[in-house]
């Protein structure tokens, strides 16, 4: 009774808050077995009337990281009861699905536990000292109602100051998502973060949360994330959100990017003492940031919305990944953070590499994205290859190619504004193989089916043909075992145009 009258007074507390409308899908998050390495989650959803059962799935991969992750592993404790607390039958479905007789219908409540073994961007975690929520690991979904709204309550640490996260806020702590999809691209992290000092680009809030950030220059870290902000938007001329949030996670490898946040392993350590550190960081930032460009709005079809419940296969990583790679470089260079040498120099060890992985034979580039869910994020060298390692070679030979045909009137970033506006803006949707074939010519204003037939094949690469548009010489080397060194240098004379598209790719 006591019971009933606690759950009568919450529900009307959330609906005179507007927070519970029918559709709206409500959790909690407590971080009361942070020691256990253990969130602990309530959901509370209304079934529709005269639905007899409902079906909540847990995600089985995190957009961004091409892998089936089986979220549905680490939860336990699941039980369901309606608002008076009576118990309702269910069962497990399907590694990801529980499904609830839910009677007459009405609003329930679900809760469990979600378990977590390591710290790592594409997965949830909790110890004593913070908690990352990767929203996939953490929140059900009902089956094929992923435009609920949802609201998200984080209940308070006793020594934990901050939340970070890209949702907006609608009272403290409690965070709102318009949809599943946005839920699941706005990842939190909680803790005694430290907060570097924000910065405005184009009148949207930039900041930065870490977890177990060591000692640097601050206001010198984010002059220069600025100045990778501002050179990113200025290549497709918009931002497209309110506010952007930077979560560092302390120590570890990766990122993963959002629509308007992204999430890195970060520390900053010896970012003032080591320049080639600080350069592999701003890259690694200037790339994440980038995505929220590509891949997340200029995308392949396949690309969202997503299906949750297995993996959402493309050909598209070249466009995506490798692309996004081939744009640190270009980044870092309008932002005046990068020497020409070393952007020669990045290329050249990118195509030493893949010259030398015996993997290039074996697969194209279009099935290394096809295949990234078994092969692996970096594919299995000498038998598969990269879409990071392939994919800004063609990024190159896509640039210096528009470059050379349009005599340096249009570039790359012509290709990538289409698709931003043309797809994204206009049509809210990804772009197929076709499209974005058509997208390049359109722009290069001739036929590219040369560098297009290297994405669907394994035939050599023709080095010179792109580079020396850019007055580039492209030298070979057999070393010992088959393997090649390679050499990039600047021919000892350039026309006109050559020049040009030296200066503007590389600053020389
Ligand atoms: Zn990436």
Redesign the pocket.
Known sequence: MKKLLLLTVISLLCCTKGLCQRDTVNFTVDFSEAHRNRFRVQMHLSVPNGEKLVDLNISVWTP?YYQVLEFGRNISEFRASDLRGNGLPWQRTRDDQWRIATGEGGRIHVSYTVTTERPFVAVPYIDKDRAFIRPTGIFMYPDKNLDRTVIVEIMEHPSWRNIATGLDSIAPRTFRAGDYDILYDSPILAGNLTELPSFRVRGAEHRFLGYQMAQFDRKSFMDDLERIVRSASDIIGEIPYEHYTFLGLGMGNG?I?QLNSTAVAFTGDGLDSDPANRLRTLSFLA??YF?HYN?KRIRPIELGPFDYSRPNRTRGLWL??GL??YYENIILKDAGLIEPGQILEDWQNTIQGYENNAGRKKQTLAQSSWNTWEDGPFGKRGETISY?EKGPIIGMFLDLAIRNASKNEKSLNDVMRALYYNYYREKDRGATEEEIKMTCESIAGQNLDDIFTYIQGTGDLDYQKYLSMAGIQYQRTVIADGKSSVKLSIQPTLSILQKEILGDIFGY
Do not use: Q
């Open positions: 961004g990122g990017e790339h994440e995505h891949v995506s990944e996004t790679v990071y």
